[in-house]
């Protein structure tokens, strides 16, 4: 099974319209402390943080399936978060190996890309709802 790609657009669809669809944020605790996270409130869902990498090391979380998977069913849709969309491809790759049949990445990812002026733009944090934790 592979990771399909969404929009932050389809990705706000999914998650507002289907009731089991979930948000896993894949980003580190620091950056969910010090750069935010995604506010689901208005659609009264959670978002799932799971480390697919550690701060400080880096060193992958070999607990990220089992943690991740964590009561959740290998069919409901499993939308992948991190900062610009490569952590949460890879993330997303592993739990489709484990079974899971319905994953996205979100492509944009929460900062998005680097613009000329060296900063991030096009994510999930310029577009759509999120807090400081």
Same mark, same amino acid.
């Given at each position: 099974?592979?990771?399909? /790609?969404?929009? +932050?657009?389809?990705a706000w669809?999914?998650?507002?319209s289907?009731?089991t669809?979930?948000?896993?944020?894949?980003?580190?605790?620091? /950056?969910?402390?010090?750069?935010?996270?995604p506010?689901?409130?208005t659609?009264?869902k959670?978002?799932?943080l799971?480390e697919w990498t550690t701060?400080?090391?880096g060193a992958?979380?070999?607990?990220?399936?089992?943690q991740?998977?964590d009561? +959740?069913?290998?069919s409901?849709?499993l939308l992948m978060?991190c900062?610009s969309?490569?952590?949460?491809r890879?993330?997303?790759?592993? +739990?489709a190996a484990?079974?899971f049949t319905?994953?996205?990445?979100?492509?944009?990812?929460? /900062?998005g890309?680097?613009?000329?002026?060296?900063?991030?733009?096009g994510g999930?944090?310029?577009? +759509?709802p999120w807090?400081q934790q």
């Amino acid at each position: 099974m592979s990771v399909a /790609e969404i929009d +932050l657009d389809h990705a706000w669809e999914r998650l507002s319209s289907e009731a089991t669809a979930v948000l896993i944020d894949v980003r580190t605790e620091a /950056e969910w402390s010090f750069v935010g996270i995604p506010d689901l409130s208005t659609i009264n869902k959670p978002v799932k943080l799971v480390e697919w990498t550690t701060f400080p090391s880096g060193a992958p979380n070999a607990d990220f399936v089992a943690q991740a998977s964590d009561g +959740l069913d290998p069919s409901q849709p499993l939308l992948m978060l991190c900062r610009s969309g490569a952590r949460s491809r890879a993330a997303g790759s592993a +739990l489709a190996a484990a079974g899971f049949t319905d994953v996205s990445n979100v492509s944009a990812g929460f /900062e998005g890309d680097v613009g000329p002026d060296n900063h991030r733009h096009g994510g999930w944090k310029e577009a +759509l709802p999120w807090i400081q934790q």
